[in-house]
């Protein structure tokens, strides 16, 4: 059983921990909270759990040997650092952290420590989308692809009122590239590998991050468009193109159709794709099977593509942001 401890009491927090114990391989133990009614208001329906409001306390509790952090996407980095410090294994929600040094610190500092960092990025841990993956060499050559993931955050009612959310602010490292348009890059990167060049256009806000931007991945035989954003709602379809046919997608953020339209109809096919009640089961299972065997082969070898992919997914990121002028105080420490 993982003993799990958790920074963040809001609804992705929430949603992950009742995925977790929907595996039947973690029990929530511990909650961190700035205030302690936030702590027990989050973990009073989890049953006997530990509340702290002090964060070095929380990292030493010997009931926890896993961490799960949703706090303010600038926070990450500290707080991974410290829980790995402290002997804990640490599933940082995406985007993990906000530079390549950041990222590189965390990966190095978890291989000395012997523990072991995931980043939540959990679309690539479904089903359906490894079924996509499996399915992509099957067909002819890839001539490009279009992925599209924007939506209109409740947030931005406050920015337009002259206030900076946590979500839209360079302080605390948000924006739409940051947050949405992290489901596009683990996907273009996943099923194509890194790409050769990158080129985002971004629409800033007051507040100094993106709104909404579009961006081409360039491949040597084709380019990868991508559409992101949280302050407009887009209904568009995703697609993947081949010389002989396309591929549809209603997402790549959670994968619940795909249909590939061939030249001839006879060439027409369905996917067995699905989505879980919960979309956060399935890498909550893939975490755990890591964890309860990490010295297995095939696990490390999952656990090293995963973090190898979280690094390049940040790399890109980060190239993209600088690329749109887009400045976070993390860049600056």
Do not use: C
């Not at 979500?167 to 739409?176: E, R, T």
């Amino acid at each position: 059983m993982i003993h799990l401890g958790i920074i963040g009491t809001n609804w992705i927090t929430d949603q992950f921990v009742e995925a977790a114990h929907q595996t039947n391989r973690y029990r929530l133990r511990a909650v961190y909270s700035r205030t302690l009614a936030k702590a027990e208001a989050f973990g009073k329906k989890y049953g006997e759990v530990l509340y702290e409001t002090d964060l070095q306390t929380f990292f030493d509790l010997p009931e926890i040997d896993t961490v799960y952090i949703a706090s303010p996407n600038s926070l990450h980095f500290a707080q991974a650092k410290q829980a790995i410090l402290a002997g804990k294994h640490v599933i940082v929600e995406k985007p993990a952290f906000s530079t390549p040094r950041e990222m590189a610190e965390i990966i190095t500092l978890a291989n000395q420590q012997q523990v072991l960092f995931f980043e939540a990025a959990r679309n690539i841990h479904e089903k359906s989308f490894r079924t996509v993956a499996d399915f992509l060499p099957t067909k002819g050559a890839i001539i490009g692809a279009n992925f599209s993931y924007m939506k209109y955050s409740s947030r931005y009612d406050a920015v337009l009122a002259g206030e900076e959310p946590n979500i839209f602010s360079p302080h605390f490292s948000g924006g739409a590239l940051a947050d949405l348009g992290v489901y596009t890059i683990y996907a273009t990167l996943a099923w194509f590998g890194k790409p050769e060049g990158i080129h985002y256009f971004a629409r800033k806000l007051p507040t100094g991050v993106d709104g909404i931007g579009s961006a081409i991945l360039r491949y040597p035989t084709f380019d990868v468009t991508i559409q992101t954003g949280k302050i407009a709602d887009a209904h568009l379809r995703s697609e993947i193109y081949f010389d002989n046919g396309t591929l549809d997608l209603n997402a790549v953020n959670a994968i619940e159709e795909a249909t590939f339209y061939g030249r001839s109809e006879a060439d027409t096919q369905e996917l067995a794709v699905a989505a879980q009640a919960n979309p956060m089961v399935e890498e909550a299972n893939d975490f755990a099977d890591v964890i309860e065997d990490s010295t297995d082969p095939l696990q490390g070898k999952r656990y090293e593509e995963w973090v190898e992919l979280a690094r390049s997914v940040n790399e890109t990121i980060y190239l993209m942001r600088k690329q749109a002028d887009i400045d976070f105080d993390a860049d600056q420490e």
